[in-house]
Structure formats: structure tokens, C-alpha cells
């Protein structure tokens, strides 16, 4: 007995919570640099606004519809997005984070109580507390919970909560869906299934076994199983330890100059040592990478890459491997467009393997960790960039395009919102 909670039109409903005035009001949140659509309010969807697409085609429709257009906030949908998971871990002990708007529930432990109404209540108290609207599917697999998702967000009469459990018209659901929204089937999977006449779900579930061994492999079966209402997909509580951990971002403007490429390196430095503090990891290996645009002439990319020889978090260290790089890989006459550092082996922070022509004692590892423990503290207490690497700079001129960025109310001690009583 599962459960996915997702958040309605996350990015959109983020941009409400504090902007009460944007309720009704077609909302779109746009990609780094302003670029495409990543996001769209209902009414964004009903004005005809697709996903993906470049804001630049769509500013007569914004005009027309009246559309309010967003930067993207990513620091505030995180918090966001913690703030709802704890609100549900109020209520279930076990979930597995699935993505920043979507959490599965073990409702297992919880099948002696009306799991349907608890589900009800999830919804109503995470509204109260966040200000985010959610839907909650409930089946017996993860797969049907994704289905049963679909249905309570597009089905009014089930007010956000749909329950597949025991449902006489699960059939009747499965054949409605066609093959290539079911999830985990991407492109390829869904041709292979339309070529053999397989075009709803219900035709997956309903298939030769043996097919879909032949086609798909163990991958297919388990998906087979699981519309079948037969669990193959565990859930996933503990998070699996990352591999790699990539920080890149497009320039707003060319990088012509060596010293503002080695500035945007150095920030993708920093924001990655931040994250694997975070997660707890150490990195082994890190590769630069940086290239100009593919659709000017003279297309340039590169990378290069530093093997450290003792595994570090530390943002010192990482920068006195990153920037010699960079020092590599510039190219006067280039005008980049995108740069980036690629963080690799990782590993556990509390296995440290030592090196021994590389002397570090366990005081000055200690006093280190401290160091940035302390730094880390700071910038959330009083927001990112409180504390700051002088390699970074102050006002670059490489930033992000984000002419429509809203406020960091729950992340930016400056941006709380100010109530007045009178």
C-alpha cells in the first residue's frame, strides 16, 4: 500500500504562496536566462502556453493572457519543497523523496486506519502549513500510485485524493492511459510497444510475459508486475550516495576575459564543496569544463581534469585545483557561454583514505572541517553569499539573466515578508 504525494504546478504554487494576488492569474516560471517555459499555472496551460517553450515566442500570449512571468527561484522551491516533506513526515514515518515535488508514501504500517481520509487530512494540513496544493494517489504499487496521482489531479469530483485500492474500474483507468505516459516508458519503449499493438497500459498489463522479457527485459516485467498490482519497486527511505555532483549554469552575457572565467569556475567550486558537505561526501577527482556557443562559428569545448590525492570537502582546496585548470582551458578571442565543475569518485566523508606523501594530520583536517562548518552556518542563517570566497568577485557580470526573480522570503533574512497592523 503506497502513496505519491505531488505538488500541484510546484514552481507556480511557490510563486503564490507569498503573492496571494497571482491566485487565478496565469503564472509561468521560465528556465536559467530566461529562457523557456519550465513551469505553468493552470490557467498559464489553458491560455495554450506549452512546456518547454522559448519565452521570446511567447510574449505576445503573455500580453494577451496577462501572464505573470518568473525567474526561476530555485533556493526558495527547495526550501519550499522541505518544508512539505516535513509536513507529511508529521503524519507517515517512512517516504522516499522522489523528486523536489514528489514523495512516496509507506502506508503499510499505517493500513489499520482509514488511509484514504488520512491521505485527505496530509492534503489539507500541508495546504495550511506551506500554502502548497497537493494530489495523493493510493494503489498498491508505486506504478499505480503515479496513475492514481494522474487521476485525483485531473478528476474534480475527487477533491485531490484518488484511491486505486480495491477499485472495480482500475481496468477501465489503465485502458485510458495511453502507453507512452506510464512511467519509466520513455521514446524508444513506447514505439517498441505501438509496433506490437500494445497502446494503453491495460494492453501492457495484459501482454505475453514472455514479450515483454524479450523486449524489455527484467525492466518491463517488474513495470508489467507492478500495473498488475503486484509491488516490484521498493521504497527507497534511505537516499542512494551520488556518484558525481555536476554545478554548471550558462552565462548571461559572453565571457571574453580569463579573469571572469576563472570567477564562474570558482562559484561552481564553491556551490559544489557546499553540496558535498551537505551530502556528506568527499571528492577524489574534478574536471573543468567550459565551451563557447554551439551556434557561433568557431565552436570551442574543453575540459581538464585534477586527480586530488587526498579526498577533501574543502572549498580551499577544491579552488587550488580548479583554477590552474581554467588557466588551461581559456582561449583569448573565445566568448564562452557556459562553464562548469564536475565533482567525481565521491565518497563517504568518514572514510578518508590517506595518501602518504601527502602530510595532513587529523588537528588540521579538524580545525578545517570547523573552518567550513562555520562558514556553511553563516550563509544559511543569514542567506548564500553572506560569506563569501574573494576568487568569486562581487557584482560579476557573467550572472544569470533573472530580470523576474522573486524574493527569497524563506531563505533571505532581508526578503521576510512585513506584516502592518493597525
Known sequence: MYALADCNNFYASCERVFEPKLEGR??????????????????????????????????????????????????????????????????????EIYSIDEVFLDLRPLQHLDVESLCRTIRDRVKQWTGIPISIGIAPTKTLAKLANRLAKRDPARVGVCNLIGDPELDAHLARVPVEDLWGVGRRLSRWCRMRGLSSALDLARADPALIRQGWGVVGLRLQQELRGISCLPLETVATPKQ???????????????????????????????????????????????????????????????????????????????????????????????????????????????????????????????????????????????????????????????????????????????????
Not at 526558495?76 to 517516504?95: A, C, G, H, N, T
Not at 565543475?341 to 580545525?367: G, I, K, T, Y
Open 26 to 95: 496565469p503564472v509561468v516560471v521560465l528556465s536559467n536566462n530566461d529562457g523557456c517555459v519550465v513551469a505553468r499555472s493552470q490557467e498559464a496551460k489553458d491560455a495554450g502556453i506549452g512546456m518547454g517553450e522559448p519565452a521570446f515566442k511567447c510574449r505576445d500570449r503573455f500580453d494577451r493572457h496577462q501572464v505573470v512571468v518568473r525567474s526561476s527561484n530555485y533556493t526558495l522551491y527547495d526550501d519550499m519543497s522541505r518544508r512539505v516533506v516535513r509536513s507529511i513526515l508529521e503524519f507517515v514515518p517512512d517516504v
Open 244 to 422: 558525481d555532483t555536476c554545478c554548471s549554469r550558462s552565462f548571461g552575457a559572453p565571457v571574453l576575459d580569463r579573469q571572469s572565467l576563472r570567477e564562474a569556475v570558482a562559484t561552481h567550486v564553491v556551490r559544489g564543496a557546499e553540496k558535498l558537505r551537505r551530502q556528506r561526501q568527499r571528492t577524489a577527482r574534478l574536471t573543468v569544463f567550459v565551451r563557447t556557443s554551439p551556434f557561433s562559428s568557431g565552436f570551442y569545448a574543453n575540459s581538464a581534469t585534477a586527480v586530488l590525492p587526498l579526498a577533501t570537502q574543502d572549498t580551499g582546496v577544491l579552488l587550488q585545483a580548479a583554477l590552474p585548470l581554467v588557466d588551461h582551458l581559456y582561449r583569448p578571442g573565445c566568448a564562452f557561454r557556459k562553464a562548469g565543475v564536475l565533482l567525481q569518485q565521491l565518497q563517504p566523508e568518514e572514510q578518508l583514505q590517506h595518501h602518504l606523501l601527502q602530510a595532513a594530520s587529523p588537528a588540521q583536517l579538524q580545525r578545517r572541517e570547523r573552518l567550513m562548518q562555520a562558514v556553511d552556518r553563516l550563509n544559511r542563517r543569514f542567506g548564500a553569499g553572506t560569506l563569501q570566497w574573494a576568487v568569486v568577485g562581487l557584482q560579476p557580470d557573467w550572472c544569470m539573466r533573472r530580470h523576474h526573480l522573486s524574493s527569497g522570503y524563506t531563505t533571505r533574512l532581508g526578503d521576510l515578508p512585513l506584516v502592518q497592523a493597525r
